[in-house]
């Protein structure tokens, strides 16, 4: 079966643009998460979707950021306004629910903000 | 204090020796331990979940969950060149995952 899958795989933009990360989950899975990690560092928790209700968004580090889930499935993470500190691999995971079980990594979108 | 705090790295260790990580965690609410391993470039994988106090083993790993003194370890026995990687303690509570920064493992052939 399909694993998580993420699109861009790199996207490059100019400082003060919008950019739109796209993750698609396995099949099945209600919850899904999003996570950056800046180079050498540790995963940063930014949302969890339980179906399409984000019931933590504490981790999204500025108004500039947001995140949408239509249909239980397909999650989009908005940055408006990008500025050069936004640059970092986006890793999105999901999970049969939000109860602990394993979540599973797509392959992450690097975002460079020159 | 970081929320979750992992051993200072790097760790290395020659093929075949004992490999031990660490893993502090502050919310004493937190139900559910992982660690996952991340190979440079790549995207974390799961190595072992735990749930309840004590030890669980899955072949030459072995995981311990001790949550009145809010630690979970990792032991990887018979260390391979393979096992070389960034291994990540996460610990979630209420479908929020807290991640460490991660302890770098080098196994020396």
């Known amino acids: 079966g399909a694993g998580v899958s993420q699109s861009p795989s790199n996207k490059v933009t100019e400082k003060g643009k919008d950019v739109e990360l796209r993750c698609d989950p396995i099949?099945?899975?209600?919850?899904l998460y999003w996570y950056r990690q800046s180079l050498g560092q540790g995963l940063e928790f930014l949302i969890y979707f339980q179906g399409n209700s984000a019931p933590d968004k504490s981790g999204l580090p500025s108004d500039r950021f947001s995140a949408e889930r239509t249909g239980g499935s397909v999650s989009t993470l908005t940055i408006q306004r990008t500025q050069q500190e936004d640059s970092a691999v986006y890793l999105c995971a999901s999970s049969l629910s939000a109860g602990g079980e394993t979540q599973y990594f797509g392959p992450g979108t690097r975002l460079l903000v020159l | 204090q970081k929320e979750v705090e992992q051993n200072s790295g790097p760790l290395s260790v020659p093929e075949g020796a004992i490999a031990s990580l660490n893993c502090t965690y502050s919310d004493r609410g937190s139900q559910s331990f992982f660690w996952y391993r991340q190979y440079s470039g790549k995207s974390p994988e799961l190595i072992m979940s735990?749930?309840?106090?004590g030890d669980k083993e899955d072949g030459r790993f072995t995981a311990q969950l001790n949550k009145a003194s809010q630690y979970v370890s990792l032991l990887i026995r018979d260390s391979q060149p393979s096992d070389s990687a960034t291994y990540l303690c996460?610990?979630?509570?209420?479908?929020?995952?807290?991640f460490g920064d991660g302890t770098t493992l080098t196994v020396k052939p």
């Open positions: 735990i749930y309840s106090n």
């Open positions: 099949s099945g899975h209600t919850a």
């Open positions: 996460a610990v979630l509570n209420a479908g929020k995952s807290t």
